[in-house]
């Protein structure tokens, strides 16, 4: 178990080249023709800029943005799998930036499983164990030449004929530990093929604890479950984790698993760090636009307004009086035009008034449990809101409604870069 220090990493790829590299012959004419069509082929691509953080020793930490903004970079990154192109990584004490996979202690668990299709779940689970190299050998017994011998000439015999070396035994265990903890032991003797998405995906996990690494690696393991199983492993890998308290990153780019599972979300856009704290604090107080609208389902409802004077919020349609408790903020950053946001929940049905918005419904999607509406204002119709209402609170396409804000739940943004306004 350890910490990992992520500073000042920096990654970027030689344009198309790095690309060809894994292309096989036959398609190199039409990579020659691309070539030919992009001029810039030699401009590097920055895919990570200038990360930073610490993920602490046991900690689980989530790094969530959306797709290609550099999430299985960094986690190729920290596993050795890529190149750093500026900056250190650290595990534990040890700086690991020219340190090979194996000697870096980490099991990296992918989004495909990548289990060996000709062994069994057993042999799947012993493989990483059985190698007497790397990092991890400390944790392992090696076998003498006579053992290596004995276990060669009965390995043809039934298995409870076979000899087993002191090492083997210790396999054995481990084995038999890690399929007990992930309730895989009727698994144990069948082939990959043989199993479910949701199994392979647990014998995957089991092969990356059997190790006992000092972190795990996670790239978006659940996403090839179906919703109710996911929902099952996700809360699984959480109380292993717990248990077993092995520092881990986690990518995803499902906000409920970002929210539900890691002590800490990093939220990652465009190669950069958004912003890094625990779930709640990254809901309740977004530090940019981009995480407000990411983070939160349905996603937050923006609307341009002006500060007036004594604290006033100032839109065409609606005037919104601010508690004094922005006073200060606001005084401090100066800006007039400010972007107001407002999650979906966070309206009520109200009567007309100089602080509501009207709206005419356009879509109802009654869950069950609430129902979301889609409308656009009514003195504004280019303007959508999506609003979250009670499941008994009945309405139809066409309604129009009355929506007051709850002003102790807004946002404030500036409009040039987005930057929240802290209260
Ligand atoms: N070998 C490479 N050469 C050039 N560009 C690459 C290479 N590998 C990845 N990229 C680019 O780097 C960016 C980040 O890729 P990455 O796989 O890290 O995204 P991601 O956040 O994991 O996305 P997803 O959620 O879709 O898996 C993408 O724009 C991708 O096209
Ligand atoms: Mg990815």
């Known amino acids: 178990m350890a910490q990992v220090v992520v500073e000042n990493v920096y990654k970027s790829y030689r344009g198309k080249a790095d690309r060809t590299d894994r292309v096989d012959k036959s398609k190199k004419a039409d990579i020659a023709l691309s070539k030919d069509l992009s001029k810039d082929k030699s401009q590097p691509i920055s895919v990570l800029r200038d990360i930073n953080f610490t993920v602490e020793d046991g900690e689980f930490l989530v790094l969530v943005g959306p797709s290609g903004c550099g999430k299985s970079t960094l986690l190729r990154l920290l596993a050795g799998l890529e190149e750093l192109t500026g900056g250190n990584i650290k595990i534990g004490d040890r700086t690991i930036n020219n340190l090979p996979p194996k000697a870096r202690d980490i099991a990296m668990v992918f989004q495909n499983y990548a289990l060996y299709p000709h062994l069994n779940i057993y042999d799947n689970i012993a493989f990483g164990l059985r190698r007497n190299s790397g990092a991890d050998s400390h944790k392992k017994v090696r076998s003498s030449w006579w053992e290596s011998a004995l276990t060669a000439t009965t390995s043809y015999l039934p298995r409870s004929m076979r000899y087993m070396s002191a090492k083997e035994k210790q396999v054995r265990d ?90 800490r979300i990093a939220v990652i856009n465009n190669g950069q760090i958004q912003q890094i704290a625990p779930p709640l604090e990254i809901y309740e107080r977004p530090a940019n636009r981009f995480v407000a609208e990411f983070i939160g389902s349905p996603a937050m ?123």
């Open 174 to 263: 481990r084995v038999r530990y890690v399929a007990s903890l992930l309730q895989i032991e009727p698994l144990l003797a069948r082939f990959p093929k043989e199993l479910s998405g949701g199994q392979k995906q647990r014998v995957a996990l089991g092969r990356a604890i059997a190790r006992n690494p000092q972190v795990f690696l996670m790239d978006e393991p659940l996403s090839n479950l179906d919703a109710k199983l996911r929902t099952q492993t996700r809360a699984q890998i959480v109380q292993l984790q717990r248990q077993l308290k092995t520092t881990t990153v986690y990518v995803t780019h499902d906000q409920t698993e970002a929210m539900t599972m890691g002590d």
């Open 301 to 423: 409802n923006f609307l341009p307004v002006n500060l007036g004077s004594s604290l006033k919020l100032v839109s065409p349609h609606f005037t919104l009086e601010l508690p004094d408790t922005w006073a200060k903020s606001l005084e401090h950053s100066q800006a007039k035009s400010l972007v107001l946001g407002i999650r979906p929940q966070h309206f009520t049905i109200d009567r007309e008034s100089e602080s509501s918005i009207q709206i005419e419904i356009d879509l109802v999607e009654a869950l069950g449990n609430e129902t979301y509406i889609s409308a656009h204002l009514i003195a504004q119709p280019d303007t959508i809101l999506t609003v979250s209402l009670p499941p008994d609170q009945l309405v139809r396409i066409g309604d129009r409604l009355w929506l007051s804000i709850n002003i102790d739940k807004i946002h404030l943004f500036t409009v040039d870069d987005g930057r929240a306004i802290a209260i």
